[in-house]
C-alpha cells in the first residue's frame, strides 16, 4: 500500500539518524566535541520530521483509519505505538536538557547526553520494527485501496501545510551531511 510504503521511507531516514545519533552519542562519551550546528539540526529533525510529520502522519492519518477498520486502540498495537510517540517526545526533551547543560559547560553533561541519547535510539529502534513488521502489515490487510489513498492524500497534505514545501529535502540533505560527518 502506497502509505504505509511511504512511511515505511521515511523509517529508513529515521534510522540513518539513530545511527548518526549512536555515534554522536559516543563522541560525548569520549569528550569530544559536537558542533552546535550538527544538535541542532538533529534536534529539529527529530522534533519537525520524526514526531510532527511522521508521527502525525500516523496518529492523524493511519491510527484512526484502522480504528474505524477495527483495529482496537486500548490494549492494542495502536495504544502501544501511541505510548511509545509518548516517550519518544519526553526523551527528545530530555535530550534537549542536557545538552542545553553541556553547551553551558557542565562536566557531567555529556555523560548524560549520551545516555539519553541511548534510550532514544532503543525506543525508536523498537519502535520501528514493531511498526513494519506487525502495525503495518495489519494496516495493509485491513485499508482497501480507496482508504490507502486518501491516507497518502492526507500524509501530503499534512507535509506541505505543517512541514512547508522542500523542507523534506532539506532534511535528506541534513542526513547526508550528518552520515558523512559521523558515519565514515
Known amino acids: ?11 529508513q ?19 569530544e566535541a559536537i558542533p552546535a550546528k550538527h544538535l541542532d539540526g538533529i534536534i529539529e529533525f527529530l522534533t519537525v520530521f520524526v514526531d510532527r510529520c511522521h508521527h502525525g502522519k500516523e496518529e492523524e ?12 486502540n486500548e490494549g492494542g498495537p495502536i495504544g502501544e505505538m501511541l505510548n511509545e510517540h509518548a516517550q519518544g517526545r519526553a526523551l ?32 525508536l529502534t523498537q519502535h520501528i520494527a514493531k511498526e513494519n513488521t506487525v502495525l ?20 501530503e ?8 514545501i522542500g523542507k523534506h529535502e532539506a532534511f535528506h540533505a541534513l542526513l547526508d551531511q550528518l552520515q558523512e560527518t559521523y558515519l565514515k
Open 1 to 11: 500500500m502506497k502509505s504505509t510504503e511511504e512511511l515505511k521511507k521515511e523509517h
Open 13 to 31: 531516514g529515521i534510522e540513518l539518524m539513530l545511527r548518526v545519533l549512536q555515534a554522536v552519542a559516543k563522541r560525548f562519551e569520549r569528550g
Open 61 to 72: 492519518f493511519l491510527f484512526p483509519a484502522m480504528e474505524n477498520a477495527g483495529v482496537p
Open 92 to 123: 527528545i526533551v530530555r535530550i534537549r536538557e542536557v545538552l542545553a547543560r553541556h553547551a553551558s559547560g557542565e562536566k557531567q553533561a555529556a555523560a548524560d547526553s549520551a545516555a539519553a541519547i541511548h534510550q532514544y535510539v532503543e525506543l
Open 157 to 164: 497534505r499534512l507535509e506541505r501545510e505543517r512541514i512547508g
Open 136 to 155: 503495518f502489515p495489519m494496516a495493509d490487510s485491513k485499508l482497501d485501496a480507496r482508504r490507502d489513498s486518501e491516507l497518502f492524500e492526507g500524509f
